[in-house]
């Protein structure tokens, strides 16, 4: 084995790490704090691997461009903020209906609107899954270190070609901004998915909304390559021309909603520490996770005993393993930069297995181990 590389990294610069170590030949963008360090550190690299960056003109632009590249057989990577990511949304709709494969990257700050633009929040959880319009499949990762987004950005890419579908990577400002020492794994030790493709013996007959018998997944052909397919916003047919047809609607939007939801195990990622006598359960993500973790050693000294749940998939809910666990706790505090987002779907889940509290902070400051731990103190 080659001795692996180390190096000092920003978050941001890790997700572009990742994403080349991924295959990435395609990024699409606009500047905006805190992500911009990825496009320009994607302007950089790219010409140095072959592939191709631009800048957009704006946000609208930026996803359209993305979704353009991957349809050519390129993957493609855009990223943003808050703002950015609401302008992207009706067109990460149309990729997720049209089952057009890319990543969006959004580190998170301070919003509503503009904001506070240099701030940590974790504000976008609900819009990442609720944030362009109609059921619709849905990815989102989140990690809690550089060494994370190296590695989540590569899932992030996997999963999306896999699955043909979009898949948001949700950092926060102290991820993306953050340097840590990170050992990077050799190319022979990362797994690498590409997205299933025809043969060419299929040209003539190639339908690129039809999975084969027993799947998904439709194989995805490149324009270019000599097969002919429409791509569509509206509810389509086989080959992709617009239908009003109810059956082919219903069967479409079910299946593509399927290609998630029966694919959970392989899609949810998550962590635990301390579970082994846990009474009480601290559930974190990103950059909020790093403050849980020091509040909840603290609290084990005291002789409370806590466990800790790191959640790496956002979208879709670790569902089945919440509520195993409060089955067992009773008592669960959710620690989160808003007002109260990922904690609704803690709620929904756990019914009234378990007490679920939370605690929000939206100042633009990032919740302290301090914070955490007082709350452990007033709920126990």
């Known amino acids: 084995m080659n001795k692996r590389q180390i190096k000092l990294m920003q978050g941001n610069e ?15 963008g606009y500047p905006i704090t805190p992500s911009t360090e990825i496009a320009e550190l994607c302007a950089e690299k790219l010409p140095q691997v072959g592939g191709k960056f631009i800048q957009m003109e704006d946000e609208i632009a ?3 461009a993305t979704i353009g590249g991957s349809l050519t ?6 990223a943003t903020s808050g703002p950015g990511f609401s302008l992207k949304q009706e067109n990460i709709g149309y990729a997720a209906l049209a089952e057009i494969p890319c990543v969006i990257v959004n580190v998170q700050r301070a919003g509503p609107s ?26 989102a990762l989140s990690p809690t270190s ?20 979009p898949v948001i990577l949700l950092l926060d400002e102290i991820i993306g901004h953050m340097r840590e020492k990170v050992e990077i794994p050799n190319s022979d030790e990362i797994e690498i998915i590409d997205r299933l493709k025809p043969s060419v013996e299929d040209a003539d007959e190639y339908m690129a909304y039809k999975p084969k018998k027993g799947e998904l997944v439709p194989p995805m052909a490149a324009f270019g390559e000599g097969f002919n397919f429409h791509v569509t916003g509206l509810m389509h047919d086989d080959f992709g021309f617009p239908t009003n047809d109810a059956n082919i609607s219903d069967q479409l939007l079910r299946r593509i909603m399927k290609k998630i939801d029966n694919n959970v195990n392989d899609i949810t990622m998550y962590e635990e520490e301390f579970m082994e006598d846990a009474e009480f359960l601290v559930l974190a993500y990103g950059g909020t996770y790093r403050s849980a973790r020091s509040a909840v050693k603290k609290a084990r000294l005291l002789g409370y005993k806590v466990g800790l749940f790191k959640a790496l998939t956002i979208w879709p809910f670790p569902e089945k393993r919440i509520r195993e666990i409060s089955n067992k706790i009773k008592k669960i505090l959710v620690p ?19 007490e679920v509290h939370h605690l929000g902070k939206v100042n633009g400051e990032a919740i302290t181990p301090e914070e955490i731990l007082s709350k452990i103190r007033e709920v126990l």
């Not at 709620?347 to 297995?353: A, C, I, L």
Request: aromatic share 8%.
């Open 62 to 64: 930026g996803i359209a």
């Open 146 to 165: 550089v060494r994370e987004t190296y590695d989540l950005t590569i899932k992030a890419f996997n999963f999306s070609e896999k699955y043909r579908t």
């Open 14 to 28: 890790a997700c572009v790490e990742g994403a080349l170590a991924a295959g990435i030949k395609f990024y699409a």
């Open 336 to 354: 989160e930069m808003n007002l109260g987002q990922y904690v609704l779907e803690v709620e929904r889940v756990v019914k009234n297995e378990s």
């Open 73 to 78: 057989g390129l993957k493609s990577m855009t």
């Open 114 to 139: 503009t904001g506070l633009p240099t701030a940590p929040s974790q504000g976008d959880i609900m819009q990442a899954k609720w944030g362009t319009h109609g059921d619709h499949p849905v990815i």
